[in-house]
């Protein structure tokens, strides 16, 4: 069974560079998260959506963070402009919304802004 | 969502049950216990979750004090690619928030 699929696996780019995560869930599953990953901040939960409705946004850090979910089987993370201390691994999961559902997440986008 | 203590690191020997402890001292009634780990650049993995009754699946086994102040996950055989970081989180039922804290990283030694 495919899991969580992200891409891209690695980024480099350049400061003030537009950043686009992508994220393609399980089939089926109508909750997807976003979370970010840092050694001095460990892993941290951005954004949630439900049935592709943003949930809960409050831990996108600014407002230079966007996400959408544009239908059941893509969302996407864009950091514009992007700044160094943006690097991370960001992670994406997914799961079915009902009751007690575990998520299951993909294996990261780690992501350099020099 | 009620805090987690877990110890920072553990070593355990390949072959031999692992223990891992967490302290939930706060856990109101309807949360639950999940345990998650994450293997050195992969995302974490969902290994078992509980309320109050113990729990074995093909991974490991989940004990809850009857208090439910604190429980253990055990990994009944460890092997060296269980080596990891290992979460437990309290989540309430109704909820999608997954809150990680540091984990323990477990290495498990030949």
Same mark, same amino acid.
């Given at each position: 069974?495919?899991?969580?699929?992200?891409?891209?696996?690695?980024?480099?780019?350049?400061?003030?560079?537009?950043?686009?995560?992508?994220?393609?869930?399980?089939?089926?599953? !109508?909750?997807?998260?976003?979370?970010?990953?840092? &050694? &001095?901040?460990?892993l941290e939960?951005?954004? /949630?959506? !439900?049935? !592709?409705?943003?949930?809960?946004?409050?831990?996108?850090?600014?407002?230079?963070?966007?996400?959408?979910?544009p239908n059941?089987?893509?969302?996407?993370?864009?950091?514009?402009?992007?700044?160094?201390?943006?690097?991370?691994? /960001?992670?994406?999961?997914?799961?079915?919304?009902? /009751?007690?559902?575990?998520?299951?997440?993909?294996?990261?986008?780690?992501?350099?802004?020099? | 969502?009620?805090? *987690? +203590? @877990? =110890? *920072?690191?553990?070593?355990?020997?390949?072959?031999?049950?692992?223990?891992? =402890? %967490?302290?939930?001292?706060? #856990?109101?009634?309807?949360? $639950?216990? $999940?345990? $998650?780990? @994450?293997?050195?650049? @992969?995302? =974490? @993995?969902? #290994?078992?979750?509980?309320?109050?009754?113990?729990? +074995?699946?093909?991974?490991?086994?989940? #004990?809850?004090?009857?208090?439910?102040?604190?429980? *253990?996950?055990?990994?009944?055989?460890? +092997?060296?690619?269980? +080596?990891?970081?290992? $979460? %437990?989180?309290?989540?309430?039922?109704?909820?999608?928030?997954?809150t990680f804290?540091?984990? *323990?990283?477990?290495?498990?030694? =030949?």
């Amino acid at each position: 069974d495919a899991g969580v699929i992200q891409s891209p696996r690695h980024e480099v780019t350049e400061m003030g560079q537009e950043v686009t995560l992508r994220c393609k869930p399980i089939s089926g599953h !109508n909750s997807l998260f976003w979370y970010r990953q840092t &050694m &001095m901040r460990g892993l941290e939960l951005l954004i /949630y959506f !439900n049935n !592709n409705v943003p949930i809960d946004d409050s831990g996108m850090p600014e407002d230079r963070f966007s996400a959408k979910m544009p239908n059941a089987s893509f969302s996407t993370l864009k950091i514009q402009p992007s700044e160094p201390r943006d690097s991370a691994v /960001y992670f994406c999961a997914s799961s079915f919304l009902e /009751y007690n559902q575990p998520q299951h997440f993909g294996d990261g986008t780690r992501l350099s802004i020099l | 969502d009620a805090k *987690t +203590t @877990q =110890p *920072t690191s553990m070593d355990c020997a390949e072959g031999r049950a692992a223990n891992l =402890p %967490c302290n939930h001292s706060t #856990i109101s009634g309807n949360e $639950y216990v $999940y345990w $998650y780990r @994450q293997i050195h650049s @992969q995302g =974490p @993995q969902y #290994i078992i979750h509980g309320l109050k009754n113990n729990e +074995t699946n093909e991974m490991a086994s989940l #004990i809850i004090t009857e208090d439910r102040k604190s429980s *253990t996950l055990i990994l009944p055989h460890a +092997t060296l690619r269980d +080596t990891a970081v290992y $979460y %437990c989180i309290v989540k309430m039922a109704a909820g999608n928030k997954l809150t990680f804290g540091g984990g *323990t990283r477990v290495l498990v030694k =030949p």
